[in-house]
């Protein structure tokens, strides 16, 4: 797939060759625009990440910034990291050990040939703005997680870069610490003018921090959208299970959709040909004897596995299809629900939607 | 927190340590003291220290300035034949002092590759000079420099020069701000190494430089012909030496060294 | 276990006899005259001025030669170092010096077994690299300001006589360097190093395929004696007593005169 330079910020085909995969992304980004690349460990993300900062090239396609072809190696032409207009936040931050913060920050503007009074100067306000003006002549190790975090998004961010590059920028952070810094860095990069690609796993990082996503497994893109799209209509298993769906394919004609085993579901949506159909786990009722009327998308299935899921129960059932329920505690004890047990599982046609495959 | 340390290390531990120590202590016991006052202003004397302190410290100099940057080329780059080059770079340490003498005779002396072009070019030669005492030096001293600090790169995390990159640096500006800062402990280990077998160095300065008092008599050579005529006079050589030396590098604190 | 007890216990039982075996002699021939000792055997440690090296070496060969079981093992060196090395203990039986000073170290601490004698003397040259590029032809030339000169240093016995033949004839030369032992001074002019040094005759003939030696009159205002002396704790006395004999001998004092050395 071939992109044409048409005055998007970011234009980028990435092709690197490994050993494990080959990775093949297409992805744009506007400035001003937050594109989240999101997939489970593995899936190439980081290396995209790392081609895109010039630390390793790529074996085939372009990278294309601000009408610039910083690699391409048709044209053999590439870039050094130091000379394109980047800002990375590592991992783990990689903060320099034997700098302060302040001096952490002013390295960029400094090594870019600001003098060093005015790149203090700059770095200072920098740090003022990310919630830091006491911490300036600390040293990394005597920061905080979520301290640390926010001197490596003003550094990067202080030598005015075109593209904004974030791997993992919350992975390292626990759970309480997360919640705000993900709030705090979702107003930082609302107000950074240029464009951002930001890698993660979490897809909760990704829907709040991102305007659009772009799903990777396997060294490929499997779907783009916004975060409503993506949740409404996953394409994949991996996407469905990360926003907490049952997803399935089949053969729909009108109203019903064939699933594999001939298991026909009744969906409130009516389509023709090769679809999916998604349901949240909430949808799906549990009986322990078949319920009277017969309702449609009824049939028996065995409990595999119970666990705990915020307030409700998930229950992991097989059968027919193998399927996700959610059942409140007092429900599942009157059920008496363990694995073995076996039990009516009903699912109203009106939350069965079914779209387009491919 | 108190650690006791089990006989099994501890009884070689001590044995270890007296090994070392006795000679040492032989020297203090059977020095003369009653003439020590008298013998030390002896002329030839300060002169030899002072020659000694001065060559070892720009023999270690003249490491730091090649060593670093060969240590870092060894480290941090790949190229046909590096493993050789590793070989070949330590080749001073295990190669007799007076063979290594015998060696810069052959490339730097009168006659030699580069020393004859030298003679004939600027009518100066290194053997019998001062400078060819910190040469002779620098040649048995350096490896142990360049060793320390290709430990000290290959320890130190690369990423940190990539986050440097990411933000505008040269590779120059990432090596001086950022690796050189973090591996400064490993190059402090590396040179105070260095310095020390420098000022120890006996064989390769007395087959290159000669020997020659004020300008090419260093500590250790003039112990050696010290015991010539007076064995008393080579005792106080040798206490001055080691009180010099041991004053140094006990004045070196931990945290410079070890990171 | 047992079987390493047992080869020490062999080795020790070897060890004692040869021991034994070195002392029984007692007819032994007197020095001086003959050129075989009867009676002399096993293994003699000889310590000798380096510039001893290459007759030494000879005359080592031709002792064996007439005395079968016997074998000389030399060990060369500045005679300090070496009278040094006798008075810390080293196990020897001779003790050949280039200076009668060091000697008298050796036996005014009482190692000595008898009376030191000189068996011969040995002057200085002027070794120069072949050819003698700069031509130089008398000690007063050393003198000049643009001559590289090595010296032997003043406590080695080359080095003494060389500061007596220079003050006799009045010459002040700064050597550039002033080398531990003869063979060291004389290496730096075989390299080219130096223009020149004081080395004795011997030394230069032993190289004269890389050096000549210009004679000049006022080495014979500073002569060296070589005295020579059987040690007192020689494990190998009889053997001692037979080298000195024989280093005494019309045979050996041919092979030093070949070689530069003059009679005593």
């Not at chain 1, 590592?90 to 700098?99: A, E, I, K, T, W």
């Not at chain 3, 096993?42 to 380096?50: F, M």
């Not at chain 3, 030339?141 to 080095?159: F, I, N, R, T």
């Amino acid at each position: 797939m071939d992109l044409h330079v048409t005055g998007a910020s970011l234009a980028a085909h990435i092709v690197v060759r490994r050993a494990a995969f080959t990775l093949d992304v297409a992805l744009t980004a506007e400035p001003g625009e937050v594109v989240a690349l999101l997939g489970p460990n593995g899936a190439g993300k980081t290396t995209a990440l790392r081609a895109l900062a010039g630390l390793i090239p790529v074996d085939d396609g372009h990278i294309v910034l601000n009408d610039r072809r910083i690699d391409d190696p048709a044209i053999r032409a590439f870039t050094m990291p130091e000379h394109r207009r980047i800002g990375v936040v590592f991992q783990d931050y990689l903060l320099f050990p034997h700098l302060s913060a302040l001096e952490n920050v002013a390295f960029g503007p400094r090594a870019r040939g600001v003098p060093r009074a005015a790149a203090r100067a700059a770095a200072a306000e920098w740090l003022g703005r990310v919630g830091l003006a006491e911490q300036l002549r600390a040293r990394p190790r005597q920061l905080s997680g979520g301290q640390a975090q926010r001197v490596a998004l003003a550094r990067a961010l202080a030598t005015d870069p075109q593209l904004l590059l974030l791997d993992e920028p919350l992975a390292a952070l626990d759970a309480r610490t997360r919640v705000e810094t993900r709030a705090q860095l979702r107003g930082h990069l609302a107000g950074f003018g240029g464009a951002t690609v930001l890698v993660t796993h979490d897809p909760l990082d990704a829907m709040m921090l991102a305007d659009r996503l772009v799903i990777v497994e396997d060294g490929r893109v499997v779907q783009t959208g916004d975060a409503a799209a993506i949740t409404t209509r996953p394409q994949t298993d991996y996407v469905a299970r990360l926003v907490g769906l049952n997803l399935y394919r089949g053969h729909s004609a009108g109203n019903t959709v064939v699933l594999p085993g001939s298991f026909p579901l009744t969906t409130a949506t009516s389509q023709e040909g090769d679809v999916f159909v998604a349901f949240p786990p909430a949808a799906v009722a549990l009986y322990a004897q078949q319920p009277s009327g017969s309702p449609r998308n009824t049939w028996r299935a065995t409990v595999a596995s119970v666990s705990r899921h915020g307030d409700a129960l998930r229950i992991e059932l097989v059968g027919p299809i193998p399927v996700a329920a959610d059942v409140t505690p007092a429900a599942a004890v009157q059920l008496e629900l363990e694995p073995g047990r076996e039990v009516w599982a009903s699912l109203k046609a009106t939350e069965a939607t079914s779209y387009p495959a491919g | 927190m108190r650690v006791r340390a089990p006989l099994a290390l501890a009884v070689p531990a001590l044995v270890g340590l007296a090994f070392l120590v006795l000679p040492l202590a032989g020297l203090l016991v059977r020095a003369p003291w009653s003439s020590l006052p008298a013998r030390l202003a002896e002329p030839g004397i300060l002169a030899a220290l002072r020659l000694s302190l001065l060559t070892s410290t720009l023999a270690t100099a003249v490491s730091l300035v090649l060593g670093v940057p060969l240590a870092w080329l060894l480290a941090r780059t790949t190229f046909p034949g590096r493993r050789l080059v590793r070989a070949l770079v330590t080749v001073p340490l295990v190669l007799p002092p007076v063979v290594g003498g015998v060696a810069l005779l052959l490339v730097f002396g009168r006659r030699g590759l580069l020393g004859g072009w030298l003679d004939a070019t600027f009518g100066f030669t290194l053997p019998f000079t001062t400078a060819g005492v910190v040469v002779a030096e620098a040649f048995v001293a350096m490896p142990f420099l360049v060793i320390s600090v290709e430990g000290a790169l290959r320890g130190a995390d690369a990423r940190y020069e990539e986050a440097a990159a990411t933000l505008g640096a040269s590779r120059w500006t990432a090596f001086r701000r950022v690796t050189l800062p973090m591996i400064a402990p490993g190059v402090a280990a590396g040179a105070v190494l260095c310095w020390a077998r420098a000022l120890g160095e006996f064989g390769a300065t007395i087959t290159f430089a000669g020997n020659f008092p004020g300008r090419t008599q260093t500590m250790p050579l003039a112990v050696y012909l010290a015991l010539e005529q007076d064995l008393d006079a080579a005792i106080v050589l040798s206490l001055l030496l080691l009180v010099v030396s041991v004053a140094v590098l006990a004045a070196l604190r931990d945290k410079w060294i070890f990171t | 276990m047992r079987a390493r007890l047992l080869a020490a216990v062999a080795l020790t039982a070897v060890l004692a006899s040869t021991a034994a075996c070195g002392g029984d002699d007692t007819a032994a021939a007197p020095s001086g005259g003959s050129s075989s000792a009867a009676g002399a055997s096993g293994s003699i440690t000889v310590l000798a001025a380096a510039s001893l090296t290459e007759s030494f070496n000879q005359i080592g060969k031709d002792f064996e030669a007439a005395n079968p079981g016997t074998k000389v093992t030399f060990s060369y060196g500045g005679s300090s170092t070496l009278a040094r090395q006798i008075a810390a203990g080293a196990p020897a039986d001779v003790f050949a010096s280039a200076s009668p000073a060091t000697m008298k170290t050796v036996t005014d601490a009482g190692d000595g077994a008898g009376t030191p004698v000189t068996f011969v003397k040995n002057q200085l040259v002027i070794a120069v690299p072949k050819g003698n590029p700069k031509g130089i032809t008398s000690l007063a030339a050393l003198a000049k300001s643009d001559l590289k000169v090595a010296l032997c240093a003043e406590p080695v016995p080359c080095g003494a006589a060389a500061k007596k033949a220079l003050a006799t004839a009045n010459v002040k030369v700064t050597p550039v360097t002033q080398e531990q032992d003869v063979k060291a001074a004389l290496a730096k002019v075989k390299l080219g190093e130096v223009d020149a040094a004081l080395v004795y005759r011997t030394d230069a003939k032993a190289a004269s395929s890389d050096v000549d030696g210009i004679e000049f009159p006022e080495s014979a205002q500073a002569i060296n004696d070589y005295p020579i002396v059987a040690l007192k704790s020689a494990p190998n006395a009889t053997g001692a007593a037979a080298f000195v004999g024989y280093v005494q001998s019309a045979a050996a004092l041919k092979v030093l005169t070949d070689a530069g050395f003059q009679q005593p």
